[in-house]
């Protein structure tokens, strides 16, 4: 009895989910990211190789990339990216830094110096997430009256109040600045926007919107940037611009092995790094859900009169 | 015939004498003359063909004298407090050799961010104190600069080494003190009061957190440059029918009655990899599990791993007010593991919040 009353719970709120999501604005073709991912599969099986790295540890490294240092070795040193790892779980103890990607929607709570006694919350995009160490920051816009605002904040700031994911969701591509550039309702979001619960277990959803850019002059040149979120470049260019595209491509950089290298941790060190963070890491994830859960159950009060 | 051409070569070479050789007399000293006392450092490394019991050995024998240096106990422990001189404002103290480790940001109180650059006190031990009077240094043309100041030499090195990696020269700077030897030798020039026995050893803690250090490092070595990168000139436009002069410095020099250039003109030439002094860095921080400095500022010479020196600073107005642990900090068991500036916000504490005042 309790397994099907727990089942349909699941497909309750899968369904909740679903149609949430259908629901959602600019949200139009999610078919496509899962035909991506059916075609990673098809490829797993025919080579019939099994993925090199099945360590959940190594997991991390998407939902807390800031922990890995730069890879840079003229900057790397083990007693100084120890001594920062170990700051920034003493920062964390503190505050709730959530797992947010870019293309999230957050919501940011600072004390501003020149507002003494009051908090500022911003809600924006994430358009960019950036920095290892104490110096990752994150960059959020939002339309406020028509005009395009950008905030960028650090994660371990001590004057960050609170910071929360409002929707939790990956884009299709690594930055977003060609907002900036797009249709002002592509980032706008509003202020007292609620936060959408994922039910637990569910990967992070990838929304495959296209936005639509406004005519030139651009901030960058898009059209040679590869973007896969950006709908109507096309229409925006002249033949000039896409002989250029053609000759700055470099289609050779995929097989260089050494630059890939060289920009990435190995993953003899991520595993020694992860070993040394995981086990805080998750006393205080679960910690945190048992807080939530405990403000999500408790009783409201009777209303007098 | 053979015979009487034999006698003339003889007879000639007689005539030549070691005196009448003439030597070219060098008018310009070197900049850089190797002191008569300096032994070199490197040793080629050469094949022993040691049997892996030989080698077991060796290794035992060295591991030995490293506990053995560990385990010795700081000489100042046994040096009562009463013959310890007191500390006064024109005193100078013995400094510390530490590696630079990278940078990262700290906060203030009132959420302002500093960065900062990492320094480690690796190891450093006190190695020999030569007074001023035996203290003879290396001749310089120009003054003579021990008639001004009563100042001894005190050597002290970081980091211990595998003695056989290095020369037997080098070796027996530390083994007729007792040592291993050590990898970095700074002399520091100190007062005589301020001495320390030989292997002493020195931590962090010889600095207070809030004091201001000099701290004197190699800048970082950037080659050849041109004067837009060494002197930051502004090159000239890369357009409006400029050819060839998009870096160039321009014009050197007048002509006229001074027609040359003059001395000191900037141009081209090598950059960086020369000894520079940063002076007044404050201390903002400090870990004595790791013996770990963080210093305002990024501006300490060097890349990250290089040796740097660190001194009580000689600015006037971050000169040490109050006396600094003196001559060193000894050994303490439980000291807390972190210090901070009274400014700087702990990553422990509670999130920074602006009361209405």
């Known amino acids: 009895m309790s397994v099907i009353r727990k089942s349909s719970l699941d497909i309750l709120s899968v369904g909740k989910w679903i149609l949430r999501r259908d629901c959602r604005l600019l949200s139009a073709v999610p078919e496509k990211v899962e035909v991506a991912e059916k075609a990673q599969e098809e490829i797993e099986k025919l080579s019939g190789r099994k993925r090199r790295f099945n360590n959940p540890v190594l997991e991390y490294r998407h939902v807390y990339p800031e922990f890995l240092p730069d890879p840079n070795p003229k900057w790397r040193n083990s007693l100084r990216e120890k001594m920062e790892r170990a700051d920034m779980l003493k920062r964390r103890s503190q505050i709730d830094i959530p797992e947010f990607y870019v293309g999230s929607i957050l919501a940011v709570t600072i004390s501003d110096p020149h507002a003494q006694g009051k908090t500022n919350r911003f809600v924006g995009i994430c358009i960019e997430r950036k920095g ?12 406020v009256d028509h005009q395009g605002v950008e905030v960028k904040y650090e994660l371990y700031d001590p004057t960050i109040q609170s910071i929360q994911v409002l929707r939790l969701e990956k884009r299709l591509d690594d ?9 002002p309702e ?25 936005v639509k850019l406004k005519p030139k002059p651009w901030l960058e040149r898009w059209e040679r940037q590869d973007l896969k979120g950006v709908s109507n470049i096309e229409e925006h260019l002249k033949e000039k611009d896409r002989v250029r595209r053609e000759l700055r491509k470099t289609p050779w950089e995929k097989y260089d092995l050494m630059k890939q290298y060289r920009k990435t941790i190995p993953a003899e060190d991520q595993t020694e790094i992860w070993s040394e963070v995981y086990n805080q890491l998750q006393q205080m994830r679960v910690s945190r859900k048992k807080l939530s859960r405990k403000r999500l159950f408790t009783t409201p009060k009777p209303q007098l009169g | 015939m053979s015979k009487s051409n034999l006698k003339l070569i003889c007879s000639a070479l007689n005539k030549m004498r070691v005196s009448c050789v003439t030597a070219r007399s060098c008018h310009f000293q070197p900049k850089f003359r190797p002191p008569y006392w300096y032994a070199p450092k490197e040793r080629v490394m050469s094949e022993d063909m040691l049997t892996q019991e030989n080698r077991d050995f060796i290794e035992e024998v060295r591991q030995d004298k490293l506990n053995l240096q560990i385990a010795m106990e700081s000489p100042l422990a046994k040096v009562e407090a009463q013959e310890v001189a ?22 203030s109180k009132d959420g302002k961010k500093f960065q900062t650059t990492l320094l480690q006190v690796v190891d450093n031990h006190v190695i020999k104190y030569t007074p001023p009077e035996e203290f003879k240094p290396m001749k310089t043309t120009k003054l003579n600069w021990r008639e001004k100041r009563k100042l001894g030499c005190l050597l002290i090195g970081s980091e211990t080494i595998d003695p056989s990696t ?11 003190v007792g040592m291993l030897p050590k990898r970095h030798l700074f002399r520091f020039m100190i007062s005589p009061h301020a001495k320390m026995p030989t292997g002493t050893p020195l931590f962090a803690t010889h600095f207070r957190v809030g004091d201001y250090v000099d701290v004197r490092a190699k800048t970082i070595d950037r080659g050849f440059q041109g004067v837009m990168k060494r002197w930051g000139f502004k090159g000239m436009p890369a357009s409006h029918g400029v050819t060839k002069t998009h870096r160039r410095p321009g014009n050197i020099g007048a002509g006229g009655q001074k027609a040359r250039v003059w001395p000191g003109t900037k141009m081209p030439g090598h950059m960086g990899n020369r000894w520079k002094t940063l002076r007044g860095v404050q201390i903002l921080r400090m870990n004595t599990k790791h ?7 990024v501006g300490i010479p060097g890349e990250t791993g290089a040796m740097c020196y660190l001194f009580d600073t000689i600015l006037p107005l971050r000169k040490l007010k109050t006396p600094p642990p003196f001559p060193t900090q000894p050994f303490v068991e439980d000291l807390p593991l972190e210090y901070y500036d009274e400014s700087i916000h702990r990553f422990e504490g509670p999130t920074i919040t602006f009361e209405e005042s």
Do not use: H
């Open chain 2, 291 to 297: 013996n770990i400095l963080w210093m305002l500022g």
């Open chain 1, 175 to 183: 930055k977003l600045y060609y907002l900036r550039d797009a249709l």
């Open chain 1, 186 to 210: 592509y980032c706008t979001f509003p202020q007292d926007m609620d936060p959408e619960m994922l039910p637990e277990g569910t990967p992070v959803p990838l929304n495959p919107v296209q």
């Open chain 2, 86 to 107: 007191e500390w006064d404002p024109t005193t100078r103290r013995a400094g510390l050799i530490a590696r630079k480790i990278g940078n990262y940001p700290l906060w």
């Open chain 1, 132 to 143: 290892c160490g104490l110096r990752a920051e994150f960059i959020l816009r939002n339309v």
């Open chain 2, 166 to 176: 290095v020369t037997k020269d080098y070796c027996g700077l530390f083994s007729s």
